[in-house]
């Protein structure tokens, strides 16, 4: 399987539409560059592994947030919504595997219940930081690797090395003993609980005008609350992350459809189309059009 740029679509609840994989083989390699597009708040059944290969990134998960380095890595478990962004502009390169648990073994195998089980059920191991700070993330790191490479290069029996590259990483998993036992306060599962009503919301009505206070509203809080969540949460405001999903899915409609420039920007909530064309050249270095073109020439060199 050649890897892919991760390229999120999700529901209204946030949760990603992509299949990763195949039902035969359910796990998919994917790279991304963040300095060209941050991965925004989204949540899949799978699990996922990711090496930073340059830069640093800054990962957030629930209510934790890591700053992973180059030849660093990280894993989310199924279920847990998640972002990444590179750090203060420094640029960040990273790949990774994304995989669901049955590739493991099925529900009714040892691996599953002497393995897999305790691994999806741990509430400490929702997210990791892989840094070296515990003795076996380094093996973690392989692993992920492993598959990586395995998944990218496509040899013939790729699928059992990946399956055993990713194996060794769910038992690294199983019986780890991480430092990170604390329990999130009561403030900030409330915080988080908001903030999933609230991303909910902007998801249904980024096509309309959205406002700080109609956003805090959707979450019965206050517009000074609202602004405190998302600072505290993912780090950024509410206008910034509507503006930021508004781009991506306009550029998935630019990649995806003929349709007009201008109607695609009222369609993500840009009523003025030299604003819109502004905000994408300011996020993707290239005017709507110049973008289009580009993804319109990288799908004619794949099917050549």
């Avoid at 539409?17 to 300095?35: I, Q, V």
């Amino acid at each position: 399987m050649l890897p892919e740029i991760c390229e999120i679509r999700t529901d209204p609840e946030g949760r990603e539409l992509t299949k990763h994989g195949t039902a035969l083989f359910p796990a998919a390699c994917y790279h991304d560059d963040l300095s060209k597009q941050e991965v925004l708040w989204h949540w899949h059944d799978e699990l996922e592994a990711v090496v930073v290969s340059e830069g640093a990134a800054v990962v957030s998960a629930e209510t934790k947030k890591y700053v992973i380095r180059k030849g660093g890595g990280f894993f989310v478990n199924a279920g847990v919504l998640h972002a990444c962004r590179d750090l203060d502009g420094f640029g960040c390169r990273f790949h990774g595997v994304v995989f669901h648990p049955r590739l493991i073994g099925s529900l009714d195998s040892i691996f599953w219940h002497r393995y897999m089980r305790p691994v999806l059920e741990n509430s400490l191991l929702k997210s990791l930081c892989l840094d070296g700070r515990e003795f076996w993330h380094e093996e973690a790191i392989k692993a992920v690797e492993k598959a990586w490479q395995a998944g990218a290069g496509e040899e013939p029996g790729y699928e059992f090395q990946m399956r055993e590259a990713l194996s060794r990483l769910v038992l690294i998993l199983s019986g780890c003993q991480t430092k990170e036992t604390e329990t999130p306060s009561p403030k900030t599962l409330r915080d988080m609980g908001r903030m999933k009503i609230m991303l909910q919301y902007i998801q249904e009505n980024y096509a309309k005008e959205l406002t700080a206070a109609g956003i805090a509203a959707s979450a019965a809080i206050s517009e000074s609350e609202c602004l405190r969540c998302f600072g505290a949460a993912i780090g950024t405001s509410p206008g910034r992350y509507v503006r930021q999903l508004r781009l991506q899915k306009a550029a998935e409609l630019l990649a995806g459809t003929g349709e007009r420039i201008a109607d695609i920007g009222a369609q993500c909530g840009f009523s003025d189309t030299s604003y819109f064309t502004k905000a994408f050249r300011a996020w993707r270095g290239m005017t709507p059009s110049e973008y289009r073109k580009m993804e319109a020439a990288s799908r004619n060199r794949k099917t050549e």
